[in-house]
């Protein structure tokens, strides 16, 4: 299984930004860290907030520094390909955030749906639902979104005679 990565942000439209980072690697392991936005970052948005639950005193009391969270993504990622379910979002969120330290990531992101087929694609999400449904998974936050985009890909790639009834 490739390494997922999924990022939460301030919201949607312009002038959003990171605000948490996770992602699960191909071995199982999982990382997630909130991130300190830069003094510039403003925007917010209360609809994403009510989605990943993730308050602006929420990240003012247990974000790390920019920096940090690049060092540690880069560290980890080096020389992967990287995958995400919202490319043009992720991307965007991603490169602000390594902007904001001038870094460059030492890994590449691509979007998931080059792993897929166009069958796999017609399935994969009404599978991740399913997932989300069967795992109990609440919680809107980016390593469980990872993971769980993560078994999504596994099971959509299972032979049909070994998927789960």
Same mark, same amino acid.
């Given at each position: 299984?490739?390494?997922?990565?999924?990022?939460?942000?301030?919201?949607?439209?312009?002038?959003?930004?990171?605000?948490?980072?996770?992602?699960?690697?191909?071995?199982?392991?999982?990382?997630?860290?909130?991130?300190?936005?830069?003094? +510039?970052? $403003?925007?917010?948005?209360?609809?994403?907030?009510?989605?990943?639950?993730? &308050?602006? %005193?929420?990240?003012? @009391?247990? !974000?790390?520094?920019?920096?940090?969270?690049?060092?540690?993504?880069?560290?980890?990622?080096?020389?992967?390909?990287?995958?995400?379910?919202?490319?043009?979002?992720?991307?965007?969120?991603?490169?602000?955030?390594?902007?904001?330290? +001038?870094? $460059?990531?030492?890994?590449?992101?691509?979007?998931?749906?080059?792993?897929? &087929?166009? %069958?796999?694609?017609? @399935?994969? !999400?009404?599978?991740?639902?399913?997932?989300?449904?069967?795992?109990?998974?609440?919680?809107?936050?980016?390593?469980?979104?990872?993971?769980?985009?993560?078994?999504?890909?596994?099971?959509?790639?299972?032979?049909?005679?070994?998927?789960?009834?």
């Amino acid at each position: 299984m490739p390494t997922i990565l999924d990022l939460e942000a301030s919201g949607f439209g312009r002038g959003s930004y990171p605000i948490e980072i996770g992602f699960v690697e191909a071995c199982g392991l999982p990382f997630c860290s909130l991130i300190q936005p830069a003094p +510039d970052w $403003q925007h917010w948005d209360d609809g994403a907030e009510a989605l990943h639950g993730i &308050s602006r %005193d929420l990240l003012k @009391r247990h !974000g790390r520094p920019r920096a940090w969270v690049v060092n540690e993504i880069n560290t980890r990622l080096a020389g992967q390909t990287v995958y995400c379910d919202s490319w043009a979002h992720d991307y965007s969120w991603l490169s602000k955030l390594f902007d904001s330290v +001038d870094a $460059q990531p030492r890994f590449r992101l691509d979007d998931l749906r080059l792993l897929l &087929s166009e %069958d796999e694609a017609r @399935r994969f !999400g009404p599978l991740k639902q399913q997932i989300r449904a069967e795992a109990h998974l609440h919680r809107h936050r980016a390593s469980a979104d990872a993971k769980l985009l993560q078994l999504a890909l596994l099971r959509v790639k299972q032979p049909a005679s070994a998927a789960p009834d």
